[in-house]
């Protein structure tokens, strides 16, 4: 752990009291001269620090715009976030992430931009991106488990999120297989699974996570506008940014450990709690065809599995699924 790392967690654990430099250069091992520049390093995130000869430093504000510094800053993990990349603006932080991989980032390393001028969705799709009105995450894992499983960490990243959002709003989150959080029956959240691996083992995956969070209907792209929606229209309020990333961690760090202690079992329940559709009749579509089907559950590979017209339980892998607005098809 970096040495400005233990130095927020100290200050964070001491708010709103005086800590002297004399503690903090015993505590971190360094220079009561190095301490006074890291407190300057702090401040040009917004931090606002009072320094007494006599007593040492208190912190009197913390702000709330994005930074490693203010991300770390209260951040209750063991492993996940504990490096953080952040960009005012970048393409994608999927693209950061990937290098960053490729150099040797460690398990639980994330990426987070204010804005993505290229963000991604599956398939080629964009992802919209405006600045500091939505969560735009990427995390690295380099998780010990056979590459044709990784499609189960979508889904859980998608029960991490539905946890999360549920926390903030008053209408239940449901997710749309195979990663699409809705609020009222629209988008609010997607997830972008990628990853590195060879035939039996994982490089690293790169979990990519959008959440729109303070955008205005206005505020939305007209090209979505219609079926996307945003935690500020849910709930006719602005949110913290940094604290929603900071329970996102919080609750994906802990889903992450039980899912590897005791496998799949409890992702798959809590994903089809909150499925959307689950029981119901949807329409399926892949490129070439559509046809409807009873959408009956998720098996362990992540696949949705379905009853078509032949009664036949069978299993999709890639496609889209939609319903019909009314009753019966
Ligand atoms: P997806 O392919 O399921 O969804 C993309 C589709 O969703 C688009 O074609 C568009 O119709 C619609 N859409 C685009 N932007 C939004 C938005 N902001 N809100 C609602 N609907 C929208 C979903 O892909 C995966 C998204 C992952 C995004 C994260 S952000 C951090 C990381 N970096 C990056 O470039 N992508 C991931």
Redesign the pocket.
């Known amino acids: 752990e970096s040495t400005r790392n233990k130095l927020i967690k100290i200050l964070a654990g001491n708010q709103d009291k005086y800590i002297s430099g004399q503690l903090l250069s015993e505590r971190l091992n360094i220079s009561r001269n190095a301490v006074w520049k890291h407190m300057k390093e702090l401040e040009k995130d917004g931090y606002v620090i009072v320094g007494k000869s006599n007593k040492g430093y208190k912190i009197t504000n913390t702000p709330n715009k994005l930074s490693e510094n203010t991300i770390q800053w209260g951040l209750n993990t063991q492993w996940l976030g504990r490096t953080i990349i952040h960009k005012e603006t970048t393409?994608?932080?999927?693209?950061i992430?990937h290098q960053a991989a490729q150099d040797n980032a460690k398990h639980g390393t994330i990426i987070i931009?204010d804005e993505?001028t290229?963000?991604?969705?599956?398939?080629d799709?964009?992802?919209?991106?405006?600045q500091n009105k939505?969560?735009?995450?990427?995390i690295i894992l380099r998780p010990a488990i056979l590459p044709y499983l990784a499609p189960q960490l979508t889904l859980l990243t998608a029960t991490v999120l539905a946890e999360t959002i549920r926390s903030y709003t008053n209408t239940e989150p449901l997710i749309k297989w195979p990663?699409?959080i809705l609020l009222n029956n629209?988008?609010?959240?997607?997830?972008?699974t990628e990853m590195q691996a060879e035939q039996d083992q994982i490089q690293y995956v790169v979990i990519?996570?959008?959440v729109?969070v303070n955008?205005t209907y206005n505020e939305?792209?007209q090209?979505?506008n219609l079926?996307?929606?945003?935690l500020q229209i849910e709930t006719n309020k602005d949110w913290s940014i940094k604290n929603i990333i900071q329970d996102l961690l919080v609750t994906f760090e802990k889903s992450y450990e039980t899912y590897m202690k005791n496998g799949f079992s409890e992702v798959k329940q809590k994903w089809e709690n909150s499925g959307f559709k689950i029981g119901e009749n949807i329409l399926i579509k892949t490129s070439r065809d559509q046809w409807e089907a009873a959408f009956l559950g998720i098996a362990e590979d992540g696949a949705l599995i379905y009853k078509g017209i032949d009664k036949e339980e069978k299993r999709l892998y890639s496609g889209e699924i939609e319903w019909f607005q009314g009753g019966e098809m």
């Open positions: 393409a994608s932080t999927q693209i992430a931009a993505q290229k963000g991604r969705g599956r398939m799709r964009t992802w919209h991106s405006a939505g969560i735009w995450l990427s990663n699409d629209k988008k609010t959240a997607g997830i972008l990519g996570i959008g729109n955008q939305l792209p090209d979505v079926n996307a929606t945003s």
